[in-house]
């Protein structure tokens, strides 16, 4: 990554799955969208690949390790697409277009990321695995906000990591008014081209 983390402990690091692991990844992932995290079972996973339960708790002890390991496999992913799509663009506002661009795929996708990732958060305020993940998860983001902040505009180090977590709350304030609206597939793009405006508009407002 392109900055220190700032948290205490980083999860070691969840890419190094063989295919059987990252096909149950994909699998508990997709469940977990379609029915929660509570409501999945090890054994629907296992019914969804084709083998026996006691083949998904030889690769996962449990359903809370298969969940954080789903999580986290996610969440380095979704990071690491952040980090790609700014590190060519050139100028402020291509920077903030590249990075809507790498956090907005497509709506699919979005909605199924925000419905799973908005558990997560309310894991984390009861459960410490959860909450080390989620904040390391929230500090590479924030850091990578910062960084693009950072690197088009003189402000002190507070005023870069105030903004950053302003154009945070921005877009996770968006995507949280998107997944509510009834044609969200439809709107999908509107709200795209709403989070570049508005991450804009308030970076200019700041000068």
Request: net charge positive; proline share 3%.
């Amino acid at each position: 990554m392109t900055h220190a983390l700032n948290v205490a402990q980083t999860p070691p690091p969840a890419g190094a799955q063989s295919p059987k692991q990252e096909e149950l990844l994909r699998l508990a992932y997709r469940l977990m969208a379609t029915k929660g995290m509570h409501r999945m079972t090890l054994q629907d996973v296992a019914d969804a690949a084709g083998m026996s339960k006691a083949n998904v708790v030889y690769h996962y002890k449990t359903k809370e390790d298969l969940v954080l390991t789903v999580m986290q496999w996610v969440l380095e992913r979704v990071a690491a697409r952040v980090v790609q799509a700014t590190v060519s663009a050139k100028g402020r506002d291509a920077k903030i277009r590249a990075m809507v661009d790498a956090i907005f795929v497509d709506p699919r996708r979005n909605r199924n990321f925000y419905i799973v990732y908005a558990e997560l958060i309310a894991h984390s305020s009861r459960n410490g695995r959860f909450a080390e993940l989620n904040g390391w998860f929230r500090e590479i983001v924030t850091g990578q906000y910062a960084d693009v902040i950072r690197s088009t505009s003189d402000r002190s180090k507070k005023g870069v990591a105030e903004a950053a977590m302003v154009v945070r709350a921005l877009i996770d304030g968006l995507f949280l008014q998107w997944l509510e609206e009834p044609e969200w597939e439809a709107r999908h793009r509107e709200y795209k081209s709403l989070c570049v405006r508005s991450i804009i508009a308030f970076l200019d407002n700041e000068r």
